[in-house]
Structures are given as C-alpha cells and as structure tokens.
C-alpha cells in the first residue's frame, strides 16, 4: 500500500507541545510554599492559557517511573495544545516568567515550546 506524504504546511490553530519540568526551585521549596503559593499559581497561569484561546488535546506527567530532577529526557510532562496563533504561543511562555502575588513560576519550573503539526499517518 502506497502512501502519499504531502509536504508540511503550517495549519492553524497550531498544535504545540510544552515540555516542562521541575527545578532546583520546586525540589528545595517547602511544601507549605509549593501548596500555598506554586500551585495555585500554576492552577492561575492554566486558565489564563485557556483564556487566551489554547485548547487543552493531551497532558503526561511521566512522574511514575522516576523521581527527582529529569536528566534524561530533560522533561517530565508534556502538555499539548491547539493554539491560534505564535504571538499566543509566546504569551503563553511569557505567563511563566510574570511575577502575580510574589510568584515567578521560571523559578520553580522550565517550559519548551515546540509547534508542529499533526502527524499525517495517525491524524488526517
């Protein structure tokens, strides 16, 4: 069975995948300030995501098979979503490095963005 591979095209709404992890920031946290402040930041920065329009497909946390700092792969969850545009994809990122109540999230965490497409032999 032939099949035919067409050559990429950028669609819109972009499928991107955030890779993130946790930091030296998260591990030496206490976890009164991982309950009180971190994740109920996270929770915020979550639905600001969705309010600017990015549409949660798929999430990982491959957190079952390891603990600690990620080394290989540098990333322990994986969070995938359909966005309208880059200049969102950007705000997106920019949500992690805004101080809101005291928490800058890039202190306790690091986030990758990588857009792509999806894959034509699954998705059509």
């Known amino acids: 069975m032939a099949v ?3 050559a990429p095209e950028i669609p819109t709404p972009h499928r991107v995948i955030f890779l993130g992890a946790s930091t030296d920031g998260w591990f030496t946290a206490s976890g009164e300030e991982r309950r009180e ?3 109920p930041r996270m ?3 979550f639905a600001d995501w969705a309010d600017m329009g990015a549409k ?3 999430t990982l946390d491959d957190d079952l098979f390891m603990v600690g700092q990620p080394s290989t792969p540098d990333f322990t969850w ?3 979503f359909e966005v309208p545009d880059q200049k969102t994809i950007a705000a997106m990122i920019q949500c992690v490095r805004q101080d809101i109540d005291g928490v800058r ?3 306790y965490m690091r986030l990758e963005a990588r857009v792509g497409r999806p894959f034509f032999l699954l998705e059509s």
Request: glycine share 0%; charged share 35%; proline share 0%.
């Open 37 to 39: 402040k971190v994740l």
């Open 105 to 107: 999230l890039d202190r």
């Open 78 to 80: 994986y969070l995938i």
């Open 43 to 45: 929770k915020k920065m």
């Open 4 to 6: 035919e591979f067409q």
């Open 56 to 58: 949660t497909l798929a």
